[in-house]
């Protein structure tokens, strides 16, 4: 039974001061999944039973639910009624990769500050990484980087590979928020990176050093792994340099 108390108001008022009147029932709608502890799929109350908990116009409900579903929390299936949203973080990596685009004159700032992310939460689940490594997962890690290297030998890109190894890295960890996230900035990298370019040799160096990584991790070998991980990070922190430079 969904709990009908309606949510503290937040900041704002009839005169338009703070938040918008939108913003406000996203926030109280929020706050109604949070105390009735829904999940996603479950369904939520009609737009008309919204409005007396809430204490909240039809078009004040109807806005607040078209934000919410623009950012999955919720999902409004026509002729069904409105359910509690996955949570993907799909609008997220819209945002980034879209601030990334707009940010190109600003010297790739966006991709510079993803990259630090990546390294620095790589580089800190890397004994998480070890200890939960399995033959099977060692095992499709080094043939996947041995793939990349082969292709970058031979001069062409291995983006597939590229995410399938990361995702692989982290997969064993149980950690399903890790995980999305991982596939969020790799994807928010994928869109930006081609704008950069590749400097001569670096298909190569990414890809020897997604084989050190693999070799580290098969090895157990925690500070190899955080020192291989630094590395494979160094050929795309030059190429935003050099794009630096060029600018």
Known sequence: ??????GPLWSGDAHGRGNSRREQVADQ?????????????????????????????????????KMLNALDIVEVRHGHGTYVGGMSLGPLVESLTFRGFLSRDDDHR?????????????QGF???????LT???????????DKMLTRARAGQEFID?????HLALMQELGNQ???????????????????LGHAAGQLEETAIAHVRIAEAVRAKDVPAVREAIAAHYVPIRSTIAQFHRRA
């Open 177 to 195: 928020l890790l995980l999305q996230l991982t596939g969020a900035f790799w994807e928010v990298h994928a869109a930006a990176a081609p704008t």
């Open 1 to 6: 039974m969904v709990n009908s108390e309606p």
């Open 161 to 165: 590979l590229d995410r399938d190894f």
């Open 110 to 122: 966006v991709m510079s500050e993803l990259v630090d992310v990546r390294d620095t939460l790589e």
């Open 126 to 132: 890397a004994e998480s990484i070890v200890e939960a």
């Open 29 to 65: 709608i929020k706050q109604l999944i949070i105390r009735n502890r829904m999940r996603p799929g479950d369904l939520l109350p009609t737009e008309g039973e919204l409005c007396d908990v809430l204490h909240a116009s039809r078009s004040s409900v109807r806005e607040a639910v």
């Open 135 to 145: 033959d099977e997962q060692g095992e499709r890690l080094a043939t996947t980087a």
